[in-house]
């Protein structure tokens, strides 16, 4: 029922744009995201855009989704990790590509229900942490890869602190509003950062984000 609509957003949406990562793309296919909306507007969950979710909070556009998750370029061992677990969508996608994926939010319903909902869809290579995500997830450091899937003002020191050397970094810094999408490697000589465009993502908020 939703085939048409969700190859229609992979051809518009995402290859009309430059995506061009073949596993991102299947990946988008596999992910039902009409699971991941609020009940009754499954018709929206292939459009264009963000949705709200609740609490504020939104799914971002599958065109951003595919942005940030192929300039993780996963091959398909790493470990992740994700701040902003939301409705777990970007969570299903970098669990069909990478080895583990560990999820932080700090609103503890969206954790619990994005929890049962990729339980319900199969996955068993994610776990969750309910609380500050700027904060990182220290225990299982360092990470392959690190996405971020809210704005704050800049780059969290514990994040960079927890990603692995030659590890990849890509989160939305700047103003409260609007941001630049940073991809961020951690490399021998130091912090490499490349400017991937303009985004407005919902506020990152916490100890090294934006004030609660
Ligand atoms: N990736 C999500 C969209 C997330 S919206 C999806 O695909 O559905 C951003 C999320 O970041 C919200 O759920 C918000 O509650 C969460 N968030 C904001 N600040 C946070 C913080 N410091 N730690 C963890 N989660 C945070």
């Given amino acids: 029922m939703y085939n048409q609509k969700m190859e229609q957003m992979i051809t518009t949406q995402l290859m009309a744009r430059g995506i061009r990562d073949e596993r991102v793309l299947n990946a988008m296919r596999k992910v039902p995201r009409h699971e991941f909306v609020v009940a009754g507007k499954e018709e929206y969950a292939y459009a264009d855009a963000a949705l709200p979710v609740g609490h504020g909070q939104t799914i971002s556009q599958p065109f951003m989704v595919a942005l940030m998750t192929q300039a993780l370029q996963l091959q398909g061992n790493e470990k992740v990790l994700e701040i902003g677990t939301g409705t777990g969508y970007q969570t299903a996608i970098l669990a069909e590509l990478a080895k583990t994926v560990y999820t932080v939010e700090k609103v503890s319903q969206l954790s619990q229900e994005a929890q049962v909902r990729l339980e319900q869809l199969g996955y068993d290579n994610v776990r969750f942490l309910i609380g500050d995500g700027t904060k990182g997830w220290p225990d299982n ?67 090294e984000g934006w004030e609660d």
């Fill in 141 to 207: 450091a360092p990470y392959d890869a690190i996405i971020v899937t809210a704005g704050g003002p800049l780059v969290p020191p514990s994040l960079y602190d927890q990603l692995a050397m030659g590890g990849r970094m890509v989160i939305p810094a700047g103003e409260r509003k609007f941001q630049d999408l940073l991809l961020v490697s951690k490399t021998e000589d130091g912090k490499e950062v490349i400017n991937l465009g303009k985004c407005g993502f919902v506020p990152l908020l916490g100890e």
